[in-house]
């Protein structure tokens, strides 16, 4: 046990009793009476430190069962108030386990956490309970009062590995679907016919519209068909002595095949692994490049490409009429001047509208954009790029509710006229952090900020504009210095006291976790 001060441990010098001893609800007469030594190592192994305090709340005596506690400068506290030894964020909660214990001797005690500043170090974080040795104060007696301590560093450091567990997860979980858009893309895109098998059960489990036009088939036709039911059956034998070829060497030259359409192609496979399961990569490439590309080949017809099965398949008039109408997104047709032309359901339910004619020859901003010149700036870029794609603003009903809402446009040109179609979709719904009634929510890039302009005075997006460079200094300092606020007000060229409130403000570092237990 390292103790410092006086020796014996600073406490009355008449046998602790039941009335100098802190008493229990229910008491525990079985411990008897305890002298001062006794109750020293009683203190000590309650506690990892424990600190002796008068009745002003000055330290008289540390008594620490920790050596490493010792040589954080717990020496250093003896003979001052115990609330000039902890952080400045600490100081109330120390004020208020004096009071605690000093008018209640009879309830509970309640823990609190509390910060000791350590110099070239993070601050020494510990979980104190004040406790009254007395209910009839001793103005002769040095102790009056004892707060235990419990070290929570082990507690702050796990809690710190878990943050950065999770924000490395958040990193590579977006990372994946940055990694998952891309191969999706390409998939979609690719000018050639791609098939992805099951190794063992080689069936379909994706197929591009390349590899669904030239097979004849719709995705749901092909998804969960074998490789083999889409040839001929003649081709079988040649089709596993491919696939087993791949799965030895992992890629293999490509055979002849006649598909079950009639079409002869050329086939070649390749094995890749993912979570210990074998998936092969199919490529199909039409013999006859000719008709490939639409011109007439030896068989005397061309192969039908995606924009011409597209052209040809059922979809009508009525059925992209249906569709308007039972969108969830909210589709309005405006003429150059902005007013409406026709509208869906989902638009009329926002503008909390009956009927579309309520809303034919109406102005768009009537109902759309949080000032009267917001709309105005959207179709100006409308008219300018041709597509303006995620513009967030607001959409008012007649009722007086409001809507956030996302706006896709285009400018249509059909038939000699011109108009222009918004789709506007409900985005209260989506997960996004709380912002003070009246804030504004803070733009983190540049391309947030400009489209602030024609929604919000100029005066607001300047400010605005120096709290994100403020803030993203201190996400960087704190990054820089792992979250070491000692460093980072040094980094940054501030005191101690601005940090703090700096942090308070943007809700940063973990101040917010230094609540009662």
């Known amino acids: 046990m390292v103790r410092s001060g006086f020796d014996p441990l600073v406490l009355p010098t008449t046998p602790i009793g039941p009335a100098l001893m802190p008493r229990a609800p229910t008491g525990l007469p079985a411990l008897g009476e305890l002298d001062a030594k006794t109750a020293a190592r009683l203190v000590g192994a309650a506690s990892d430190i424990a600190l002796v305090l008068d009745e002003q709340g000055t330290i008289v005596e540390v008594v620490s069962q920790n050596a490493e506690l010792g040589s954080r400068g717990t020496q250093s506290w003896l003979g001052r108030p115990w609330v000039q030894t902890v952080t400045t964020e600490s100081r109330q909660k120390v004020e208020a386990l004096l009071r605690d214990a000093q008018s209640a001797a009879e309830a509970t005690a309640r823990w609190r956490q509390v910060n000791h500043p350590v110099q070239d170090s993070d601050d020494l974080p510990l979980l104190y309970a004040a406790v009254r040795l007395s209910d009839r104060p001793d103005p002769h007696a040095k102790g009056c009062i004892v707060a235990f301590g419990r070290d929570l560093r082990a507690m702050v450091a796990l809690q710190r590995r878990l943050v950065d567990a999770q924000q490395t997860m958040e990193r590579d979980y977006w990372r994946f679907r940055e990694a998952e858009t891309r191969y999706r893309h390409l998939f979609e895109t690719s000018s050639e016919a791609v098939l992805i098998i099951d190794g063992l059960t080689q069936k379909v489990l994706e197929a591009n519209p390349v590899a669904r036009t030239l097979c004849a088939g719709t995705r749901a036709k092909l998804v969960g068909a074998t490789l083999s039911a889409l040839f001929d059956a003649g081709h079988g034998e040649r089709l596993q002595n491919l696939l087993a070829a791949a799965r030895s060497v992992g890629r293999q030259d490509p055979i002849r095949a006649r598909l079950s359409g009639g079409d002869e192609v050329t086939v070649s496979a390749s094995v ?4 210990e399961a074998a998936f092969v990569l199919v490529r199909l490439a039409p013999v006859h490049r000719e008709a490939a590309a639409g011109k007439p080949g030896p068989r005397g ?16 008039e009525a059925m992209l009429r249906a569709f308007l109408q039972s969108s969830p997104d909210g589709l309005v047709f405006c003429d150059p001047a902005g007013k409406v032309m026709a509208a869906n359901r989902a638009f009329l339910s926002l503008a909390q509208l009956s009927a579309e004619e309520q809303a034919r020859g109406q102005a768009l901003d009537r109902w ?26 607001s959409m008012r009903g007649e009722y007086g509710g409001t809507t956030e809402v996302e706006i896709s446009a285009a400018v249509l040109n059909a038939g000699g006229h011109t108009m222009m179609a918004f789709a506007l979709r409900d ?23 400009t489209e602030l302009v024609g929604r919000t005075p100029l005066k607001d997006i300047v400010s605005e504009t120096t709290d994100l460079i403020e803030q993203l200094c201190i996400e960087t300092a704190l990054e820089m210095t792992h979250d070491n606020r000692a460093s980072a007000a040094l980094l940054l060229g501030l005191s101690r006291q601005s940090l703090y409130v700096k942090l308070r403000r943007y809700g940063l570092g973990s101040l917010g976790n230094d609540e009662e237990s």
Do not use: C, Y
């Open 427 to 449: 985005i209260e719904r989506r997960l996004k952090p709380d912002t003070p009634t009246g804030a504004l929510a803070m733009p983190r890039s540049v391309s947030e900020l």
């Open 272 to 275: 890749f692994r993912q979570d």
């Open 368 to 393: 759309v954009g949080r000032t009267g010149i917001e709309l105005g700036v959207l179709i100006t870029n409308l008219r300018q790029r041709g597509t303006v794609g995620l513009f967030i603003t």
């Open 301 to 316: 017809r061309a192969a039908p490409s995606a924009q011409a099965a597209l052209a040809d398949g059922p979809v009508d």
